[in-house]
């Protein structure tokens, strides 16, 4: 079992920035690959970004690429994502996920662990 926890998200304006953070407890959060969606009201929950087990391939969805950053500590235990750049349509609840997978997937349904989410609003 791995417990995952968000924090950071928030209100910005747009053009602003927001730092999302997700603490993992549990099993060893180093053997698992990393993982950020949103949903807004009335959607799908979407891939924005992940990130493998080792760090070293970042993957983003086309619609975030060049403004969010993902990274992680495997250290403390905790992924990150750095939001620039925002705008409306970035508004959603943000949640981090775990996969065992050893490389990136956008597939919602490998990610077997999820946190409960952070709102993120961005006004105009």
């Known amino acids: 079992q791995v417990q995952l926890v968000e924090s950071g998200g928030g209100l910005a304006q747009a053009g602003g920035s927001l730092r999302l953070s997700c603490a993992a407890s549990?099993?060893?959060?180093?053997?698992?690959?990393m993982g950020w969606f949103r949903q807004a009201p009335g959607k799908e929950r979407d891939f924005v970004a992940g990130i493998s087990r080792a760090s070293n391939s970042p993957y983003y969805a086309d619609s975030v690429k060049g403004r969010f950053t993902i990274s992680r500590d495997n250290a403390k235990n905790t992924v990150y994502l750095q939001m620039n750049s925002l705008k409306p349509e970035d508004t959603a609840v943000y949640y981090c996920a775990a996969s065992s997978s050893w490389v990136v997937t956008t597939i919602r349904e490998r990610y077997a662990y999820w946190g409960q989410g952070t709102q993120v609003t961005v006004s105009s």
């Open positions: 549990g099993r060893t959060f180093s053997g698992y690959s």
